[in-house]
């Protein structure tokens, strides 16, 4: 035991230095917009597999209205259904397979994140604390001596993993940043680059046909094509929706990673918790979004 | 910097502007073509929207291709994390053995003995779920 007042500064100087390596535990924050982007980047697929149903639908549009109506034969002496060319279509079913693999392996990385962010450390330190209750008790300590004894078992254990904790983290993020700009960055321009531009044409193909069927004086026909070109576009709007959705969500997992990967080494938790929480209530909102989509 | 995905994406937007081309001359004319004429005018507007198509899907192969090397890194990344997580993970379960080890160190210094039995009971759990 320690003894006279040249020794006094000492557990003074360890339980400050301990107390400052507590304070880098590394803040819920991380873990929660790790979840929060993994959520958002998890909506991909069922936007990727729309790619390849909106050439599809494209294709089929002809098909679907004109026999319905006979004012879309109109006149004509050879049968306008072109048959549909699949091939065009076949050429998306292993790009949309292979998006969703791509997205996957975002998924997996902020999953994998997250879970580290998320350690319980309590299940280390608590474990510490009963060790030093443990070596108090069987070293015959008096109360308090094993209490201050089981104390500082679990502060030094939660020390060292947290600080393992806190400097993996900063290395992963580090070295993932430049990856996860060039992965999202990738999945947004297909997203609201080609994506957009199938849709596009789809609406194009959409109002096209509308327009030739809805030649026609019968106001019975007239209602039944308003809401069926009604219902169309809302649901070729709703699409639109979803990928702006998802790309934003992708624009934010990227720049809220890039964003703590550039100051996880200088910024304090409430400074890190401070920066992601924009990009966090963002994520949220469209992850929620792109979960009700239809 | 040559850039497949973002020849083959001008290209469909240069068969892109055809169709709306196309388009919007039908509408525009629409009165005035026979059902013949617009058959025809639509199998080409349908012709351009399917080269536009192919070359959209090229553009979607060619992003893919590109990243091969970020995904590798990233999938690496990855198993770097969970690595990490494994070892705090043992480092907590190395914890529950020194837990169940003091205690029963504490039992027979302090002649505890009747806590012996749980103790080593508690260290006998422990232990296969470390194994």
Redesign the interface.
Known sequence: MCSGEAMKPLPFLVLLSLFGALSCTPPASIATFAESANAAIAQGPPVFAD?YES?AR?QAV?GRVAPNYRHA??????N?A?PS?SS??A??VP?VK??EE?SS??S??FQ??Q??AA?DET??SG??E???????????FSTNQADAVSKLSELI?RAL?DH??RN?LKE?LI??D???A??SQ?LD??VS??YD??L??EE??V??RY??TGVTNDAAIILLLNRAYREDNDALQRRRTAAKAYSTALRQARDGHHKLAAGVAQMNNKEISLALKPYIDQLRALALSLQTQP | MFDPADQARQIAAVFARMSRSMDAYIRNHFEELSPNQLDFLNDVTQRLDDAHDRFIAMAIRGTIDALKDDLSELASITGRAEQALKHLNKVAEVAKIAGALAELCADITTADFGAIPSALVNLAKILPETG
């Open positions: 790619i050439c494209r002809e034969d109109r006149g004509r002496t050879q306008p072109k060319d065009v279509c050429a998306f790009e292979e998006l791509v392996v975002l997996a990385y994998a994140i879970n580290l350690f299940s280390v474990e510490a009963k060790t030093g209750e443990g070596i108090s008790a069987a070293a015959i254990t993993t393992y904790r993996k992963l070295a993932a430049p990856h996860v060039t992965v990738a321009a297909i680059k080609d531009s199938l596009e044409e194009r193909a109002n096209r327009q030739e």
